[in-house]
């Protein structure tokens, strides 16, 4: 186990400065012209978040929390999504500190950085060459199956993979909660929830709680920092033609150029577009979001002792700890 930190540990070193290093930032480039959502700031800030978690006493410290070992070295399979860049790393991660094998199954629309991190990591841990292996198929030969995706292939999933153990995630989207008291920098950082890999994320924020009588502008006027998304084509083609839908049916929403902003009762919004919806009371709000546990990743609010809430300006940096979908997976490996 410790030789598995502490090369993770050196990898973290590299991913801290990933421009040093020519293999990583070939990748980069590769999978910016492979996957034209996968900018080169938005790679760049994945790995140097990995690099910052990516410590001997992080590390030490998650691993703390679980006394139990595998019964007996496991293939487990990871079917990746490509959402966003390296949305799977950690799964991959979980696989390698339980000491199991990685099958894994990469999306076509992130198949490069994944290998370039397994080949730094194998520098410092060469039996990660027979450990992690990447497979082009979906897999039979495993004993335990990891997969992201959408409800639709969920349902495959499940058909596929019923019988044996599994994580299978489905859709899910994150929340904010405004109490109408934010400073502009809170509403930058609540701005940093809704863009960041163009929303694309499932802990990308889609829809705001404000109180009653909130002025929603405030939240328009906060994201000018972003207003850069306007050079991007794809995400301006998906703002213009929601924004065509909107004036189509006369549908009331506000707009700073870049970002549509429509009140709506439902948690997913369509890219280009955050949703927001008045409240009451807190009392009431939290009772409401207690009965959507299973639509909600995470939800960002700066009220003291929300219930489940992170600080804004959060969503996109999650601890060790932090489980997608408060499945623990490390408690999951360790239990086959």
Known sequence: MQTRINALAKLGEILKQPENDIDIMQAVSQAERENAWFTESFILFTLKYWGDLLNAKQLNDFIANYSAQPKSIKRVGIIMAGNIPLVGMHDLIMIILSGHTAIVKLSSKDKVLPKVIVSKLSQFLPELKEQIR???????????????????????????????????????????????????????????????????????????????????TKILDACESWSQLMEHNKYMNNYVYQKAILLMDLQKHLDNDFLL????????????????????????????????????????????????????????????????????????????
């Not at 919004?269 to 990743?297: G, T």
């Not at 609010?301 to 940096?317: E, K, R």
Request: proline fraction near 4%; include cysteine; charged fraction near 20%.
């Open 134 to 216: 990447f497979e082009s198929e979906l897999f039979k030969n495993t004993d335990a199956v990891i997969a992201t995706g959408s409800d639709n292939s969920a349902r495959y999933f499940e058909q596929y993979f019923g019988k044996l153990p599994h994580i299978i995630r489905k859709n899910r989207n994150s929340l904010a909660v405004l109490s109408g008291n934010e400073s502009k920098e809170e509403l930058e950082a609540l701005c940093n929830d809704v863009f960041m890999y163009f929303g694309l994320g499932c802990r990308s924020v889609s829809k705001v709680y404000v109180p009653k009588a909130y002025d929603v």
């Open 261 to 336: 902003l429509r009140e709506h009762a439902d948690l997913a919004s369509p890219l280009s577009v955050l949703y927001y919806e008045h409240y009451e009371n807190q009392e009431d709000l939290i009772a409401a979001l207690s009965f959507k546990q299973d639509q909600i990743q995470c939800i960002s609010t700066n009220i003291p002792n929300f219930p489940n809430s992170i600080p804004l300006g959060t969503c996109q940096t999650p601890q060790l700890n932090t489980f997608a979908d408060n499945i623990d997976s490390m408690e999951f490996l360790l239990s086959l």
